[in-house]
């Protein structure tokens, strides 16, 4: 039995929310790096340009960053050069945030240049963090147990955030 946190129709709004808080944040940018951390931060990563092309001339670079949650300094994989976002503003995606430990270890490729600015953006913050990340964009925070596990759930004609 899955409890719904947010449904499609507010999974969307959230998405079009932090696009705009994103460009406020951002409208000075000629080109802004977004990497999505995995599969579902690279989905969220791909709406939230979408919805950022819509209101913004920004050149939006989108990009995955590859990384194994349980053993982060096993492997990390960008599918660019770390060079290209010298002097930069590069924004890591990611679905839900528990500990921060996938967001700290995401920084590490990206530590080999200097970029102008980097900042995180997730869907869920959870109130676990055992790693030093601070969220600048997200989506809905929640005060949950260890125990509880967050999904999201991008389908084709729906996404939604439960707990599972």
């Known amino acids: 039995m899955k409890d719904i946190i947010l449904d499609t129709q507010k999974v969307n709004h959230t998405i079009k929310r932090l696009a705009y808080e994103i460009y406020e944040n951002s409208y000075k940018e000629s080109t802004l790096y977004l990497l999505g951390v995995n599969t579902k931060g690279g989905q969220l990563a791909s709406k939230i340009s979408v919805a950022l092309s819509s209101i913004s001339d920004i050149t939006i670079k989108l990009h995955s960053l590859s990384i194994n949650p349980s053993n982060p300094l096993e492997e990390i994989a960008l599918d660019i050069k770390a060079s290209e976002m010298k002097n930069k503003k590069v924004i890591i995606v990611d679905d839900v945030a528990n500990t921060g430990r996938t967001l700290f270890y995401a920084c590490k490729p990206i530590m080999e240049v200097l970029p102008k600015r980097l900042e995180f953006v997730v869907l869920v913050d959870r109130k676990h963090k055992n790693f030093p990340v601070k969220v600048d964009y ?23 955030v439960y707990f599972t």
């Open 138 to 160: 997200v989506g809905v925070s929640l005060a949950t147990t260890l125990k509880q596990d967050i999904t999201v759930d991008f389908g084709d004609k729906k996404t939604e």
